[in-house]
């Protein structure tokens, strides 16, 4: 089955440092995990873990799960000469970063509330300039997922909420990124939260989890026959026919002693005992990702629901809520030769979707 995203690009946005383990953010974070589903729809994944080569500058941009900012600490604050340097040094990741979001034709994006990131702030900024959609998760944040944090005294907590680990139990971003990104590309979750990571039928469990899940309660309704739709093209989609196997199996290390190093820290006692992404105790998202990115992918494009105002004959404001085609998908799969035709002719069915 055609999908309208086949060969297009997608860039994964979101923190890389202040996280657990860069090595196991790397290769079993959530880029590792969604990558293989977007492959599988001949979607080029733009990762600033694996950044393209440039021809005639070897390992430009590239980053390791090493940070480097020991080479700065000594005297960071009382020579300018290293403040500088620790400017320079980067650039070339800020630079190529910035050019995978422009090369793009949309853009997933992971910002959770409790890890600090500006680089992603960054480049969702300059994709939504450009008019590129913006997937946006933002999970939600409970010390109840964590049982080390949940069996803290109330003290303690109360010290952790004041040192920045605050909870955010909905997972609701910042108000800034309502008018951003639009409300209609949010989402709690990626659809995986109560799959166990490390299963070697991950891929199968996840599609089959994801769609059954999704299924809306009121059959009567356009989400109804949404659903059934997106069931039946899954059903016949050889892409997810073929996507099989664990999250692992589908990983190519960089190095060898990259490969070791994640050996080393999927051996520790902290990621041993750890089943699920990011957190570790299981939760079902209210909105997850991975069943619109499957609405998309079968022709689907998402309304976007605007609230105008207006005036009543006293001169008071008010709200009128209106919904309209999310045009910034419109020029999504500029490789096909029939595209732009086809993808008009989705606008036309998407209101009756």
Not at 185 to 207: H, Q, V
Not at 267 to 277: I, M, P, T, V
Not at 289 to 295: E, P
Request: aromatic content about 12%.
């Amino acid at each position: 089955m055609d999908s309208i995203l086949d060969k297009t690009r997608c860039y994964l946005s979101g923190p890389m440092d202040f996280v657990g383990s860069r090595v196991i953010e790397k290769y079993l974070g959530w880029r590792a995990i969604l990558t293989p589903i977007l492959k599988a729809f001949s979607i080029r994944v733009l990762d600033p873990w694996n950044k393209p080569t440039i021809r005639g500058h070897e390992n430009y941009g590239q980053e390791g799960i090493t940070p480097n900012k020991g080479l700065y600490e000594t005297d960071f604050w009382t020579n300018a000469e290293t403040r500088a340097k620790f400017e320079r040094d980067f650039w070339e990741t800020v630079h190529i970063d910035l050019r995978m979001t422009d090369i793009s034709d949309f853009v997933i994006s992971f910002v959770p509330t409790n890890i600090y990131s500006v680089g992603t702030v960054h480049e969702i900024i300059v994709a939504r300039n450009q008019r590129k959609p913006v997937l946006l998760v933002s999970p939600p944040v409970k010390y109840d997922f964590f049982p080390e944090l949940a069996a803290l005294p109330d003290n303690v907590k109360g010290a952790l909420k004041f040192y920045g680990l605050k909870e955010n139990p909905h997972g609701i971003p910042s108000q800034w990124y309502g008018n951003i990104v639009g409300g209609q590309n949010m989402f709690d979750g990626f659809g995986w939260e109560a799959l166990e990571i490390k299963r070697p039928d991950f891929y199968s469990a996840l599609i089959e989890t994801s769609l059954r899940e999704a299924r809306p309660t009121d059959e009567t309704g356009s989400d109804f026959r949404r659903w059934q739709r997106v069931c039946e093209w899954a059903s016949k989609s050889k892409a997810l026919q073929d996507l099989k196997g664990g999250v692992i199996d589908h990983v190519a290390f960089a190095s060898d002693e990259e490969k070791a190093l994640f050996e080393s820290e999927i051996n520790r006692n902290a990621e041993r005992d750890h089943k699920y992404f990011w957190h570790n105790q299981p939760y079902t998202p209210k909105r997850p990702l991975l069943y619109q990115f499957l609405c998309i992918a079968s022709g689907y494009i998402p309304p976007r629901l605007n609230i105008t105002s207006t005036l009543d004959i006293d001169g008071n404001v008010q709200p009128v809520a209106h919904e309209s085609v999310d045009d910034d998908w419109l020029l999504i799969s500029p490789e096909h030769d029939h595209g732009t035709r086809k993808l008009m002719q989705l606008v036309d069915e998407a209101l009756n979707y």
